[in-house]
């Protein structure tokens, strides 16, 4: 192994399956695994799951990994440490798949128009800035659950008004509207609250928040597709402007897929 490339010299230091450490050691940033490979004499070597490790604490040209499955690893005497925990950091920060299991998102029955697209504008705009960042908080903020939940209620208040123009008729339908989105508002508040406990989360846990955050991010985009698909009829209501349009779409893909 040369160094480059990824590949730093460093003095590692700490333990590992009951073994004392202290040995000069070459680390390299492998996919998804920290190879640290020591003692000279004969050579060892240490992997170390990127989800096994629950933080990374640079401080005074010291990193300190601090992994699940054990104690934790020093490392220090490396220029290059803090380039190694950016990366280490991207590693981490693979934004998980969020739609794959979602039942109404990629239903054809439930998208007959843009209003599906529109109710699920919000989030996947912010998945896609997730999933283009690689740090912790650039994916926080991306997901920013007060600006989801405005969203969400001026689009309910735009449906109603699409279909209805009576200003009765319109508070009402987006009151209904408001009540079935009850889950994923509550959802967004949980996800906010995580948010706020990942900002102020230390470093040494950091990544084990950012893992608790992103299940409750996946909560959010299940919530939103429940809503959905409780809303479509709702929404189908042909007193509404364009709700006959929805209505025999609807209808017409259920007849065929009974015959």
């Keep these: 192994m040369r160094l480059g490339d990824g590949l730093l010299s460093a003095r590692l230091q700490g333990a590992w399956q009951d073994r004392s450490l202290d040995f000069d050691a070459l680390v390299q940033l492998e996919e998804r695994m920290v190879q640290v490979t020591f003692n ?5 070597r240490i992997d170390i799951d990127v989800d096994d490790i629950d933080g990374a604490v640079l401080v005074d040209d010291t990193l300190t990994l601090h992994v699940s499955t054990g104690t934790p690893i020093v490392l220090y005497g490396s220029p290059h440490l803090e380039g190694f925990r950016h990366r280490l950091e991207a590693a981490v920060c693979s934004f998980p798949a969020q739609t794959l299991s979602l039942r109404g998102f990629g239903s054809e029955r439930s998208a007959p128009g843009s209003d599906h697209d529109r109710w699920f504008e919000a989030l996947l705009t912010s998945r896609r800035v997730a999933e283009e960042t690689r740090t912790v908080e650039t994916q926080r903020r991306a997901f920013d659950a007060d600006r989801l939940s405005r969203h969400a209620q001026a689009l309910r208040n735009e449906l109603a008004a699409e279909r209805h123009t009576s200003p009765a008729d319109r508070r009402a339908l987006a009151a209904e509207l408001e ?8 959802a967004l508040r949980n996800l906010e609250s995580a948010a706020t406990e990942l900002r102020h989360a230390a470093h040494a846990r950091q990544f084990e928040q950012w893992r608790r955050w992103t299940g409750l991010v996946q909560r959010a985009f299940r919530a939103a597709d429940d809503v959905w698909t409780l809303m479509v009829p709702v929404l189908c209501d042909s007193r ?16 065929r897929g009974g015959a």
Excluded: Y
Excluded at 40 to 44: D, L, V
Excluded at 179 to 186: D, G, K, M, R, S
């Design 240 to 255: 509404g402007a364009k709700g006959t349009l929805w209505r025999r779409i609807l209808s017409g893909r259920s007849s």
């Design 179 to 186: 009540e079935l989105a009850a889950p994923f508002t509550a």
């Design 40 to 44: 000279s004499a004969k050579p060892e």
